[in-house]
């Protein structure tokens, strides 16, 4: 509908669509037209269900998904296989991973914070720094709170420690010697995109669409700066995409 309209077609008259959709939907200084790409934009509003769902405690529908489709952490569901019957959610789920690879946590009492799958300490996670001791770990999913006893770490292992396996354990507790968890606030889930670590749909789709940096904006910062009606500037933009109705395109 949106091509139809931009170039003056209808289901009655065909018009020619004379630059690529994808250029179209490109920046204007980047040689499109700064038209939202409704497709994305769609997902961007969906992952904004699942901020939600890592934000709001104790809320009706959040009660009511979590029965209905399983907890795989704190955070998320578990992605329903159902053939039916799962509704919207299962498609919301889906954009997990791309809603995920921006988190990062600010650990209060560590009570849904995985200790060796989430981004708690660093700018990665304990069971990539310490492979082999993520598989000796007891409850690979366990929290951090269930791998301290007080004040102190008490790391849960399947099995006693060999001798040639100690150094790993030496180096993760020096690691984190000098973190504490605070016993009186909540673990919180951030955003890492924004400054103020809160999802928006248009901190996302910005994210989405970033695009490889242009230094030199020439002709498309100039063509928008012209002064004529904006029919003539964008004949001038078709143009310079050699996409103009002449003979030699019309042939081809």
Known sequence: IRRDFLWEGNSEKHKYHLVEWPK???PKLQGGLGIKDLALHNKCLLMKWLWRYT???HVLWKDVVSAKHGIQSHWCTSLSKAPYGVGVWKHICKLWEKFSQHKHFTVGNGLHIRFWKDKWLRNTVLMDDYPSLFNLA??????????????TWSIMFRRNMQDWEFNDLIKLLQTLQSFS???QATDQFKWGITGDGNYTVSAAYKQSRAFNAVTDHWPWK?????????????????????????QDNLYK
């Open 55 to 57: 934000q709001e405690e």
């Open 24 to 26: 179209v939907l490109l």
């Open 222 to 246: 100039l063509i928008w700066k012209i002064k004529l009606p904006p029919k003539i500037v964008c004949f001038c933009w078709t143009a310079l995409y050699e996409a103009c109705l002449t």
């Open 181 to 183: 968890l605070n016993t």
């Open 138 to 151: 007891r409850d690979p999913d366990s929290t951090i709170s269930q791998n301290r006893d007080g004040t």
